[in-house]
């Protein structure tokens, strides 16, 4: 165990700093009474005779327990172009059933609502208010319900309706529309912001799901947030503390704590430290090979490059002739740019096809949108001039981090030195980027 060394100064800034996050924590963690307050009157609605405050939409107030529930952050009510928020979309894979589906809470998952075709929802009649879809088998969109923000309780198990979907395939002359029960459960160690599993079907028109997240677990009412004050110096006083205590704070909570989880030692220990550089989303279910730690290209790059070469791919397909783990693959999907991705490795074109489903939410499997070739590309040249790519994209092996043995030069490139592999790209399109 390391040393520490434990002075006045030190005791006074942890115990500060331990008060100060009791304090905050007794503070927030209170349970919400309810409190009579005036109901909102509208004008364009009858008084409500119980005198009950009534819920904005999507969100609901459970009135056996008094816990107020708020699922707004998971919806795209009242977005504009100017909203900070992004538009969100929550996807699901089917797995057995088949299909892939996007859900919208409270409100649709649609974010370009001129690109439907007419063979889109064919028996719906507002397209606009579609609040879940899957694609068909010839590339139609399937609505699983219309859009509504009226959440509910059945028992203690908060859920969302969807009806009025698109006609179920039932087989009979009866007029059955496909509809959708989404249950929400609370998560508060989730990583990231909700996540939307698919539970099964009826018949093939009536369809199950569940998410999970923090905005389903209770929260205060705009209305009985009195402490805000207190809160908010409750916050700077135990940030005051944290800070002066910090060093002392870290040398404990690195023997303890640490990073050891990871089971990396040595130079992997700092890859892994740096698996959010990579990878943002690197908790919902990122797979890297040892090899890839060190050689996927970081995020915020690979969204550099993949805006750049957007300018010259147009319409055509480009090649990424050394994909690895999809880092620069993820960021042309998500830029709309169709991929031809080539690894001699087929461990990482799993990698690349795992991390392009985790991180491209508007990827569908039995599009056009990527193809993976196994194989050295030198070897699939004939396959290769089938295409038309507008740009190739190439981030060829460097070596790793035995670049710090010596002087790496452009002769030491695999598989082969740099003016000879852009010589045989340029054969395949007339954009070359080497990365």
Known sequence: MPSIHWNRRSIIYAAVTLTALFFITSTITQPVVPTQLTPQHDPNFPDNPNDEILDPECTITNHQTGHFFDLRELSNLHMDDTHSIPFQAWNAKGFD????????????????????TD????TVANKSNVAG??????GEKVSIGEANSNLKFRGNQLLLE?????????????????????????????????????????HNCSYVFELRTIHACPAAR?????????????????AIGVYLGANKLYKLTEYYMGKRSSGFKGVMKKYWNQRYDLFPNFDDGIRLTRELWFSVTPHKMALFVAEYIAQYAEEGE??????????????????????????NNQSHLECTLNNVQVSCPNYEPDSNQLKLINGDWCSHIDELHNHKFNVVFGSPPWGGPAYQDGVFGMDKLLPM???GLLKVLRELATHVCIG
């Open 97 to 116: 059933y088949g299909k892939n589906f996007s859900i919208g809470i409270c409100s649709s998952p649609l974010r370009q609502i001129n690109a439907l």
């Open 119 to 122: 063979l889109d929802f064919p």
């Open 133 to 138: 879809y899957y694609t068909g088998p010839h």
């Open 162 to 202: 969807y009806e009025n979907g698109d006609l179920c395939e039932n087989g009979d002359s009866t007029q059955i529309r496909k509809s959708t029960l989404v249950t929400f459960r609370c998560d508060r160690e989730m990583m990231s912001k909700a996540r939307l599993s698919y539970i099964g079907s009826f």
């Open 222 to 238: 705009d209305e009985t947030e009195s402490n805000i004050v207190s809160v908010f110096f409750a916050i700077l006083l135990a």
């Open 318 to 343: 480009i090649l990424d002739a050394f994909c690895g783990g999809g880092g620069n693959v993820v960021a042309f999907i998500n830029a709309g740019l169709q991929v031809v991705a080539v690894d």
């Open 417 to 419: 030195p740099l003016d």
